[in-house]
Nanobody, 113 residues
Framework: QVQLVESGGGLVQPGGSLRLSCAASGPIFSMYHFGWYRQAPGKQRDMVATITRGGTTNYADSVKGRFTISRDNTKNTVYLQMNNLKPEDTAVYYC???????WGQGTQVTVSS
């Protein structure tokens, strides 16, 4: 299984931006599909965005036009650029290796004034 470590979370005001990173180690990174998921208190964990090994992306309707998922195969890293953040984006964000079901430990994102 790939090992995943997220970073980049924090506290931001509404309308602000954050970039999350997911550093991966293990089997061949470039062959993996990846996803970002989030879980708010008392709610289920939901898909935010996914990216295939070929670079095809998919987004939840709630983040389309505001979030961008990308990958850098030379750095074994997946990114989630989050713009125009809203209070409802507050959650723990998790990186997932879709090819083997692995999860990172999560990073907290809080959007509040």
């Amino acid at each position: 299984q790939v090992q995943l470590v997220e970073s980049g979370g924090g506290l931001v005001q509404p309308g602000g931006s954050l970039r999350l990173s997911c550093a991966a180690s293990g089997p061949i990174f470039s062959m993996y599909h990846f996803g970002w998921y989030r879980q708010a208190p008392g709610k289920q964990r939901d898909m935010v965005a996914t990216i295939t090994r070929g670079g095809t992306t998919n987004y939840a309707d709630s983040v389309k036009g505001r979030f961008t998922i990308s990958r850098d195969n030379t750095k074994n890293t997946v990114y989630l650029q989050m713009n125009n953040l809203k209070p409802e984006d507050t959650a723990v964000y998790y990186c997932r290796g879709l090819s083997d079901g692995s999860w990172g430990q999560g990073t907290q994102v809080t959007v509040s004034s």
